[in-house]
């Protein structure tokens, strides 16, 4: 199938999916109001086969030590599946499958699957990394860059992680975990029971993140938007807290943006 635009429809929700740029959602409308930042790098895009950033683009595969792009220098971050078209599998009313086969420079064959399925109230995305041949560390995650303001409303954001990463002067974990700080926030937090945080624009609109991974990014430093991304672990995780794909046990991911009007 092509890889044009996508338009996803239920109840009073629309959600449209650009496999040709990165395979990311371009536009999350509920009730004709746009939730997601406009523009060519926003909307949500996926991260894959890593979240956030690597330490000078470095990760070492067993006594194997492998060099990703500089994309924030002097680090790699946010995969490499977003600055590609992904393929357009499957497409219903309310539901879209992408593929997109891994390439240079990520050393490992392998497939990431997106899943988006639309509901009235809510939108569930899943993500999988399968291989069919070598095993490799991997990460997979979600970057959304929600609208900080609906109409004359501003966002506010209420969650209760157990413990905040320890930032470096690099944006990097520094391996200490800290009590929780006040915001602002381009930092990463654990959630051992799932990941659950809350954006409300007071008198709009409460839109409610969840997913099973324990490990969210919240970056609200920008004017324009704030950011909740739910991933399988920390920033620099390949080298620190490596998931392993292999040919029987693929990495799987899912989140659900559920909504309600106010």
Not at 16 to 36: A, D, K, Y
Not at 54 to 63: L, V
Request: aromatic share 8%; net charge negative; charged share 20%.
């Amino acid at each position: 199938m092509s890889n044009e635009p996508i338009t996803l429809t239920a109840g009073d929700a629309e959600a449209t999916v650009l496999p040709g740029n990165g395979g990311r959602i371009g536009g999350l409308r509920v009730g004709g109001t746009e939730l997601l930042r406009q523009g060519e790098r926003y909307g949500c895009f996926p991260m894959a086969p890593w979240c956030g950033r690597i330490r000078e683009g470095r990760f070492r595969d067993g006594a194997v030590e492998h060099q990703m792009p500089l994309t924030a220098p002097p680090n790699a971050i946010h995969g490499t599946t977003r600055d590609h078209a992904w393929t357009t599998a499957r497409v219903t009313a309310d539901e879209a499958v992408l593929t997109y086969d891994l390439v240079d420079p990520w050393p490992y064959s392998g497939r990431v699957t997106q899943v988006f399925a639309l509901a009235a109230d809510a939108l569930t995305l899943t993500m999988a990394i399968e291989t069919y041949d070598s095993s490799f560390p991997a990460q997979l995650g979600w970057h959304p860059w929600f609208n900080r303001t609906l109409d004359d409303s501003s966002a506010e954001l209420a969650f209760t992680p157990a413990w905040q990463e320890e930032r470096g002067a690099d944006h990097l974990p520094t391996g200490q975990r800290t009590d929780p700080k006040p915001g602002p926030w381009d930092d990463c937090f654990g959630m051992p029971d799932g990941v659950d945080v809350t954006v409300t624009w007071p008198g709009r609109l409460e839109l409610r993140v969840t997913s099973p991974e324990q490990w969210v990014v919240v970056y609200d430093e920008q004017e324009a938007a704030v950011c909740v991304e739910p991933q399988t672990g920390p920033p620099n995780g390949l080298n620190t807290l490596p998931r392993l794909v292999t040919p029987i046990d693929p990495l799987e991911a899912t989140t659900t943006w559920r909504w309600r009007h106010l």
